[in-house]
């Protein structure tokens, strides 16, 4: 018998690519602290935050499959918050503006009857094109993507920003990398076709 899905994220974004795959699952907020620890790569933080969020919503839900998962941009190595403002959104895209921008979307499966879990993570790169302050403003005033990493909406107009990106995941930008998760709930004997 297969345990029923829970999303740990109250993004709407994760919601609407879970959806893809299955209608049949409850979301819920696992309401974490996100504080980056002293020395903490953004390839060790992604994959900590998904898995706690997983871990903390295991005490509410005993006997389910737990999708837990986060993204970590950044940029020379210095990890990029959600800018949660316009003006920190500005600075955000002045930096990138002609860069390349790393992202980790790390996804984490735990069996919370059994305790297992597992993982993956999923590298983006992101090469932002020349932007103009004036391109800056009216797509954040067009889109207003506060409440992302890296200041834009890869599953909107934010695209029109990029020169390229590589990744192994088309939905990983978007904060939840499909292929890796359908891999991990085969392994829990879940298959959706």
Known sequence: MTLPLVLAS????????????????VQASPAIDETVLPGESPAQLAPRLAATKALVLSRIYTNHLIIGSDQVASLDGKILNKPSTLANAEVQLRKQSGR?????????????ATGEHSGESVLTEVRFRELTPVQIRHYLESERPFDCAGSFKAEGLGIVLFEALRSEDPTALIGLP?????????AQDLEFI
């Open 10 to 25: 109250s993004s709407p974004y994760r919601r609407q690519l879970l959806q893809r795959l299955t209608p049949d699952f």
């Open 100 to 112: 390349t921008v790393q992202f980790i979307t790390s996804v984490c499966l735990l069996n919370s």
């Open 178 to 186: 499909l292929i890796a998760l359908r891999r991990l709930l085969s």
